[in-house]
């Protein structure tokens, strides 16, 4: 067994990201979510390279701007509220991927070292970091639950 310093980002990773274009409809990204059971989808160009990465974190921020406007109207009837959450559904399926997505996201290799991963996910404060070979294509995602994953193996190590 490889020593806790040892591993690297590849031993944990989830490998074969499941990824969305970045001018796929929102709809559509939040089906593969669900369908797959997934936190994240890393967003990709047309030329397969990592652009940026939507998640339930920005889903949920959408989800609240939307409340937050819709509680804002406060002197429409019942009935106009109900006509303005149905526009903004059926809007829901023009929003582009891109539109909503994190971009400008940090990257790590599947040869990082495991210890400098959790490092980047705890000093920024990230639940999820893709995984992207030489010419930035995603390969995979690593997550804090890779870690707890990780740290369960070595636990009974650590501890003595």
Known sequence: MKQLGELKV????????????????LTQAIRIMDD????????????????????????????????????????????????LIKLLMDQGDTTLVRDVMTSGVETITAQTNLVVAA??????????????????????????SDFVRAFSDYGALLAG
């Open 10 to 25: 590849d031993d944990y990773m989830t490998h074969q990201a499941i990824c969305v274009d970045d001018t796929s409809r």
């Open 36 to 83: 797959q059971e997934l936190t994240v989808l890393p967003v990709i160009d047309n030329q397969a390279r990592l652009v940026g990465i939507l998640s339930a974190s920005d889903l949920i921020e959408i989800t609240h701007e939307i409340q937050a406007d819709l509680n804002a109207l406060t002197y429409v009837t019942e009935k106009t509220r109900n006509f």
């Open 119 to 144: 490092r980047k996910l705890v000093d920024r404060s990230y639940h999820h970091l893709p995984v992207v070979d030489k010419s930035g294509k995603p390969i995979g995602v690593l997550s804090t």
